[in-house]
Every structure is written in structure tokens, then in C-alpha cells.
């Protein structure tokens, strides 16, 4: 029966992902938007199940949540940006001009930070930025200080953990351009810029929106690296945590959490069209 | 990673040099801040001042007799076999449906294997934490923090496993099918071993996602439930667990090793889905 019906098959291998995937997971993040409409009572620390949009007029017209929503979407574009100024030419290097070898081993140390923890890479930069730690030491002696913890500090720090994330689509993404079209290129007259600009850059272009798609969502929801060197800096993910457990406002932390929801929708959405989904 | 041999490519000399002088400067300072928390777990000044006034293996000897770390570590791997346990199973089904087949929705349900590690993690966190809690009445243990990592592991298995099926194809199966076996003998025999090593770089991957998670498991850990993270972030602003959770920072850092060297043995292609991770 099975091998006479293939969308029997299809059906029965998808159902378990799909009841995982599809109704729990979605299912929370339906339940999510749902909680967001919904109210705390301030006296008993209870959720009112009653519908209102008090969570979002709050969201939307109180100055500080505005600048923190402002600040985040600014900080996880600045990251992405630095990460793809990075990236781009680490990966051209290991995609076109390294040697064979020389390519595995810029591979391995490209991974071998990934796999080091996060937490660990944060609290490094703590150890790095800190008051007599070594980059006040280095730059002590021109004059000048380590940035200390603030908001420069979770920049430094996010565009470091998110950089590998970075390099290895678009590393893929070059390699796969065949060198010919370089050649090809070249025989046209162009020069080794124009080539970059008019060929190479283009075609790696979705490579670069599939990294950014990580670099971009994972600094929109970050609250951890922020507690760590972000001295009293607040990103969106910090509003988020201080708002849920039991005696906080857990229905006004899922209407903050719909913003990074909106948005990131909002990009995957605008870069559907670029096949950068496809090279994730 | 087969790149044609010539390297030779139309970029100049100098910005060939160029290229690989700035690869080599920020690959040196990624490593930077890694190999100061190796030097700090021996730094004799408990607030790390540097240059480092002495160096000491007394912190290592604490480290290793703080069970609140051991405890840790022991719920971090326990979550991540359970997790990875999962995703296995739900990645390979996924793959497998999804395999030859097209149809409406197609393109939904591979968006929505991605998802979970495409929303940030304060979302998928507290959307969990929401549904256990308030919706379900269900109390936080160490399986919702299972539930949540085997959500966003999903995708490292299926990445694997589809781009296997993608240069494999289906030649094998069917040449089996034709020779007389039925569906299970040929998934025994044919397919399971084909997709081995897809499913232990998989596998592998998942581990170090749900090892290493912090975001989604301070959203779905009761305050009883503390995994290695949870634990290093409780005690990373203790000036007295200071220099022990430097020493447990450091081992993270020389254990990341490990899985480079396994992904390296399964199939010297450590570039395949292994952007999926997190």
C-alpha cells in the first residue's frame, strides 16, 4: 500500500517533524502573540485573559523602549556590516587564493572558534576590556583606554562571536564560482577591481545575505553578551528577560519579543528573492 | 573541496598578498582573547590583572573539586544526548519526505526547519517558556530544556542528511529495489549506511548547539536545572568563583578541539551544513 501511494509515504515520514515542528513549535510562537494581547494583574502577579493592545501602546509610546527597539536593530546592523567587511575578504582569500592545503587549514581555524563556547568568547572579551586588562595595557602607553564596558564593547563582542558565521556561507559561496569566470573576466579587460566588484560581488551576494541572516538575527536577540560587557547598555533581549518568570510581566515580554519576530520575518521575506534561503 | 589546482586566477600579486596578510592579522586576533583565558586560569591575580604577576595551578586544583561545575556538566551532556537524540530521529524523517518530492508547502516546511535557529533565541525561549507555563500548566524541568534544544537541533540533522541525498541520488536504493528487497531491507542495507556519516556530522553538530545553548535554556531551566552555561553565567559575577569558572572557560576552549578533529575523521568535508550551526 505504501509503495503504491508515494504521498502516503511523503505523509507518514513528514507527520512527526511536522507535529513537532509545525503544531508545538508554531503553536508557541501562535500562543506567544496571543499572550502579548493579553494583561498581567499588578496585585496578584496573575494573567488576565482578557484582550487589549495596553502591552503595544506601552511598546510603541514610552521613549525608552522606542530608543531600545532603535538601538537593537541599529547595533545588529552595524554588526552585520562589520562582520561582511571582515568576512568578505578572509573568504576570498581562502576560496580563490589559498592552496588546496592551506584552505583546510583556514577552514579548521575558521571552525575552531565557533565550537569554543559562547559564553566563554563573551567572558574573554570581559577579561580583554577590562579596566587593567590587556587592551588597557596595549593602549595605555599611546595615551589612550580600553573603550570599558558600554555599548562599544557589545558591538566589539558581537561582531566576534557572529563572525564565523559570516566567513563559512560566504567562503561557500565563492568557492563554488567557477575561476573561469575570473579568466573570463580578465580576457574582458577588466581590472582585478572590476572583477570583484562587477563579477565576484554579485554572484556571492546571496552567500553574504544568508550570513547576514545570522549575524543579524542572533545580535537582535542577544541579552547575554549585553549583561556581560555591556555595562548598563539594554538591548531588546534584556527587556525580554527582566519582563518573564513568575513575578514579572511575562504578556508585555512577549509583546517586546514580537519585535525581533516582525523584523527578522520582514528580512527573510526581502531576501527570499535573492536565493540566499537556499544557501544557508 | 575540490577547487581547481591552479591558483593562478586573474587578482593581481598584491592584492593576492593583501588578501592573505589581512586573513592572517584577524585570525590572530580571533585567537587572541581565547588564548588569554587560557593564560588567566594560571594567573596567580584572582581579578586577572595584566601582565599576570605570577602563574599558579591552584585554580585548576579548586575547578576540579567544584561539583557545583561537575553537577553542570553532567545536565549539559545528559540535555544534549536527549536533544540530538530527537533531532535525529525528526531530522532524517524530514529529509527522507522531503526527498523527490514535490508540492505545495514544499518550500513552507523547509522554512520552517529553519526557524527555529532563524528567530533570535529570546524568541523561541520565551514562546517555550510561555507554552509550558502559562498555556500548558506544565512545570520547567530539565525536558522542557530538551523539548526547546531538540527544536532548534532539527535543522543541523537535516541539513546533513538532505545535501548526502542530493550527491548520492537514488540509484543504490533502486537498484536494490529492482534486485527484490522491500523498503525496510533496502533502508537497512542500502540506505541507513549511505547516510551514516551525514548523520554523525549531524549528530555531532547538534551535541555542540544543545552544549553550548545558553538563551533558550535560561528561558525553559526551572532555577534548579543548571547546565554548564547556566552555571558559568551564575558564577561569572561571584569575584570569589571568578578564577574557577576562568579554568572551566578554559577547558571549554581546549575541548572545542575535539569535535574539529571528529569532523575531520567522519569525512574531511567540514564545510558541509556546517554553516547550519549556531
Known amino acids: 500500500m505504501i509503495d503504491r501511494r508515494p504521498g502516503l509515504r511523503v505523509g507518514l515520514l513528514l507527520t512527526p517533524p511536522m507535529l513537532w515542528l509545525g503544531v508545538a513549535y508554531l503553536g508557541a510562537l501562535a500562543a506567544l502573540l496571543v499572550t502579548s494581547l493579553w494583561t498581567q494583574n499588578d496585585f496578584t502577579g496573575s494573567i488576565e485573559r482578557a484582550w487589549t493592545l495596553e502591552n503595544f501602546r506601552t511598546l510603541f509610546t514610552v521613549d525608552v523602549y522606542r530608543t531600545i527597539t532603535l538601538r537593537t536593530i541599529g547595533i545588529a546592523a552595524l554588526v552585520t556590516v562589520i562582520d561582511v567587511v571582515l568576512a568578505f575578504p578572509i573568504a576570498l582569500y581562502m576560496a580563490k587564493v589559498a592552496s588546496p592545503r592551506l584552505q583546510r587549514i583556514l577552514v579548521i581555524s575558521v571552525l575552531t572558534p565557533l565550537w569554543a563556547s559562547y559564553l566563554v568568547k563573551a567572558y574573554a572579551w570581559r577579561g580583554m576590556l577590562s579596566a587593567d586588562g590587556p587592551i588597557a595595557w596595549i593602549a595605555r ?24 558565521y559570516m566567513i563559512l556561507p560566504v567562503y561557500a559561496g565563492l568557492e563554488r564560482l567557477p575561476d573561469s569566470l575570473f ?60 519582563n518573564q518568570g513568575a513575578a514579572n510581566n511575562l504578556p508585555f515580554a512577549a509583546a517586546v519579543a514580537t519585535v525581533p519576530i516582525v523584523v527578522m520575518l520582514a528580512y527573510l521575506t526581502a531576501v527570499r528573492r535573492t536565493g540566499a534561503l537556499e544557501n544557508l | 573541496m575540490a577547487t581547481s589546482s591552479s591558483r593562478s586566477i586573474a587578482m593581481s600579486r598584491g592584492l593576492r598578498r593583501s588578501l592573505g596578510g589581512f586573513t592572517v592579522l584577524v585570525l590572530a586576533v580571533v585567537y587572541v582573547p581565547l588564548l588569554l583565558v587560557l593564560i588567566n586560569s594560571f594567573n596567580t591575580d584572582n581579578t586577572f590583572g595584566w601582565p599576570p604577576p605570577g602563574f599558579t595551578l591552584h585554580w585548576w586544583k579548586v575547578a576540579a573539586e567544584s561539583s557545583g561545575a561537575r553537577d553542570a556538566l553532567v545536565t549539559s551532556v545528559e540535555v544534549a544526548l536527549c536533544a540530538t537524540a530527537v533531532a535525529l530521529v525528526l531530522g532524517t524523517l524530514a529529509a527522507m519526505g522531503l526527498r523527490r518530492t514535490r508540492f505545495f508547502g514544499r518550500n513552507a516546511i523547509s522554512l520552517l526547519i529553519i526557524l527555529p535557529i532563524a528567530l533570535p533565541g529570546i524568541v523561541t525561549g520565551l514562546a517555550f517558556q510561555n507554552g509550558f507555563r502559562t498555556i500548558l500548566g506544565v512545570q520547567l524541568s530539565i525536558w522542557t530544556i530538551v523539548i526547546a534544544h531538540a527544536t532548534f537541533c532539527i535543522v543541523t540533522v537535516f541539513n546533513n542528511v538532505q545535501a548526502r541525498f542530493q550527491r548520492l541520488g537514488a540509484s543504490y536504493e533502486q537498484a536494490s ?34 552544549f553550548d545553548e545558553i538563551v533558550v535554556t535560561t528561558f525553559t531551566a526551572s532555577s534548579q536545572d543548571q547546565t554548564l552555561p547556566i552555571w558559568i553565567l551564575q558564577n561569572l559575577f561571584r569575584p570569589n568563583q571568578a578564577p574557577v569558572v576562568n579554568v572551566v572557560a578554559a577547558v571549554l576552549v581546549i575541548a572545542s578541539a575535539v569535535p574539529i578533529y571528529l569532523a575531520q575523521r567522519l569525512s574531511g568535508s567540514t564545510a558541509e551544513g556546517l554553516t547550519g550551526a549556531r
Open chain 1, 141 to 164: 602607553p599611546f595615551g589612550l583606554d580600553t573603550p570599558g564596558y558600554g555599548l562599544p564593547a557589545v558591538v566589539i563582542t558581537l561582531s566576534y562571536l557572529w563572525l564565523p
Open chain 1, 183 to 242: 579568466e573570463a573576466s580578465a580576457d574582458l579587460g577588466a581590472g582585478a577591481w572590476t572583477t570583484l566588484r562587477r563579477v565576484v560581488f554579485p554572484m556571492a551576494f546571496p552567500a553574504v545575505v544568508a550570513g547576514s541572516i545570522f549575524t543579524f538575527s542572533l545580535s537582535m536577540g542577544d541579552y547575554i553578551a549585553v549583561k556581560i560587557v555591556g555595562g548598563t547598555g539594554q538591548l531588546l533581549g534584556n527587556v525580554v528577560y527582566d
Open chain 2, 177 to 210: 529495489m529492482d534486485l527484490g528487497a522491500g523498503r525496510w531491507t533496502t533502508f537497512r542495507l542500502i540506505t541507513f549506511p549511505m547516510l551514516r556519516s551525514s548523520l554523525l556530522a549531524g549528530a555531532l553538530l547538534s551535541f555542540g548547539l544543545s
